[in-house]
């Protein structure tokens, strides 16, 4: 695709209930990078991915979050019995391969997640 | 403890005016820092990437300075305009490692 592509932009769910959030690379990037983002915070490292593995997952907040990708493209984030506490932006980054050299890192636009 | 510090917090800025942005950093061993801008509700857009070895980089009316030496960066915005509006994120990475070490970001407001 042109660009990195979140869905849903917004998802407002009860507390306790389970979440996916969906990312969608650039077509051919093996990085992806997942990050959550408060108001008026910078992004916070959640997980990051090279391929279909997750390279460091050492941002998970706890066991309640996973995230997959299958196939080394498309990636979904899993938030089990949502809590209040977990409302943010979350955002999608890709790259063309190890973004930390001086590869380009592209950012979704988020997906908003608000838990009532 | 690798960390990002950005000042000033927030900045309101008249239409044409110049402004810098700081960023101070512990990261180490250096790799890169690259600026982005976030326009709110938006996902960040990169504005400049430079490496150890670069001490200035430019784009449009955005350059960036790095010292590598005191470990901090600048973003100076020249003849701002309203659509600047936005939050200017500092991001360092080191060499070893997976991470990427946002700053908090400063909130720029230019007003007519």
């Known amino acids: 695709g042109a660009g990195v592509s979140q869905t849903p932009s917004n998802k407002v769910t009860e507390k306790g209930k389970y979440v996916e959030l969906r990312c969608d690379p650039i077509?051919?990037?093996?990085?992806l990078y997942w990050y959550r983002q408060s108001l008026g915070q910078g992004p916070e490292f959640l997980i990051y991915?090279?391929?279909?593995?997750?390279?460091?997952d050492s941002g998970l907040p706890n066991d309640r979050f996973f995230a997959v990708r299958p196939e080394g493209s498309v990636s979904t984030l899993k938030i089990q019995r949502t809590e209040r506490g977990d409302s943010a932006v979350y955002l999608c980054?890709?790259?063309?391969?190890?973004?930390?050299?001086?590869?380009?890192?592209?950012f979704g636009e988020g997906s908003r997640l608000t838990v009532l | 403890k690798n960390q990002v510090e950005q000042s000033p917090q927030s900045l309101i800025i008249l239409e044409g005016k110049n402004c810098t942005l700081q960023?101070?950093?512990?990261?180490?061993?250096?790799?890169?820092l690259r600026w982005y801008k976030q326009d709110t509700g938006r996902g960040p857009v990169s504005l400049t990437i430079?490496?150890?070895?670069?001490n200035t980089k430019s784009n449009g009316r955005y350059t960036a300075t790095l010292d590598a030496d005191t470990k901090q960066s600048s973003l100076h915005i020249t003849a701002s305009q309203l659509s600047d509006s936005a939050s200017y994120i500092c991001?360092?990475?080191?060499?070893?490692?997976?991470?990427?070490?946002f700053g908090t970001g400063t909130s720029l407001t230019v007003i007519p």
């Open positions: 991001v360092v990475s080191a060499r070893t490692g997976n991470q990427f070490y």
């Open positions: 991915f090279q391929g279909t593995g997750a390279a460091d």
């Open positions: 430079m490496t150890f070895s670069e």
């Open positions: 980054a890709s790259s063309l391969d190890r973004a930390l050299n001086t590869g380009e890192l592209f």
């Open positions: 077509s051919g990037h093996t990085a």
């Open positions: 960023c101070n950093y512990t990261v180490s061993p250096f790799s890169n």
